[in-house]
């Protein structure tokens, strides 16, 4: 295993939440603690990267990870809180599952029925969302968004540029890059680790315990059990998101030669 990490943060707002901040400085600060009691075995570093569009950003930092040969990248949104050992939990799986290319934390959308950002098989197209799932041990999922997501960086070098891009109305630069590597063929692993549990930021935090609670969701040997209703509502709120998105990328041979 390689002992290089950065921390890769787009950031196209004018300022940084406090929320945010605080977080930030916990996961760092938890860090340093930790790796010190284990020997000083893994090297740190921060990269922003601000003042453009999301897919840009990301092309770039994912890009200077590559330069700077670092072993894994965790992404982190602006408009989120994090767990103070996000770091020390995601590497302690990659170090007992050494065949798994990526872990993601659990959030949801922002708005109701708040639905979590992760994603499971892989269906013309699409990924079919989450939503019923254990909440005390890690699961397998095929996509997730960027917004807390640590992977091994040769995970990108898998897949020629542009990783990322952004397609208004139609597919966000994460997904996206989920869906190259799909349209690919190339194999990859990922778990989701619910115990990594993010707030997302509004005027308010929001988590899991938001989807829960607003869909009335019964929690029983630590799996979610949705009623009928609460899959009907939740259906209806991908349908909605559906009629702004393609059901698969873009022709792969008009992109291939789009500068980043």
Not at 25 to 46: D, E, M, P, R, T
Not at 178 to 189: E, P, R, S, T
Request: hydrophobic share 40%.
């Amino acid at each position: 295993m390689g002992n290089k990490i950065v921390i890769c943060i787009p950031n196209n707002r004018f300022f940084l939440d406090e929320q945010f901040v605080k977080s930030l400085l916990g996961i760092v600060q938890s860090f340093y603690v930790w790796n010190a009691s284990i020997g000083n075995k893994y090297n740190l570093s921060l990269y922003f990267k601000g003042g453009g569009w999301i897919d840009r950003m990301r092309e770039n930092l994912a890009y200077y990870a590559l330069e700077e040969k670092k072993d894994y990248i965790l992404w982190l949104d602006t408009d989120m809180t994090f767990p103070s050992s996000l770091v020390q939990q995601m590497m302690t799986i990659f170090e007992t599952y050494e065949d798994i290319d990526a872990i993601t934390g659990l959030y949801t959308w922002k708005v109701p029925p708040f639905q979590p950002h992760v994603y499971g098989e892989f269906e013309r197209g699409r990924f079919t969302p989450a939503i019923g799932f254990p909440i005390d041990k890690l699961f397998p999922v095929e996509s997730a968004g960027f917004g807390c997501l640590m992977m091994k960086t040769s995970l990108i070098g898998k897949i020629e540029r542009p990783w990322f891009k952004f397609i208004h109305g139609k597919c966000g630069e994460d997904m996206f890059f989920f869906k190259k590597l799909k349209k690919k063929g190339i194999h990859y692993k990922m778990l989701c680790n619910p115990l990594i549990s993010c707030g997302h930021l509004t005027t308010e935090s929001v988590d899991v315990q938001s989807y829960i609670s607003y869909n009335n969701i019964k929690v029983q040997e630590g799996n979610l059990i949705l009623d009928k209703h609460a899959i009907d509502v939740l259906t209806k709120h991908q349908e909605r998101i559906n009629e702004d998105h393609e059901k698969s990328l873009p022709d792969l041979s008009e992109i291939e030669h789009e500068e980043i």
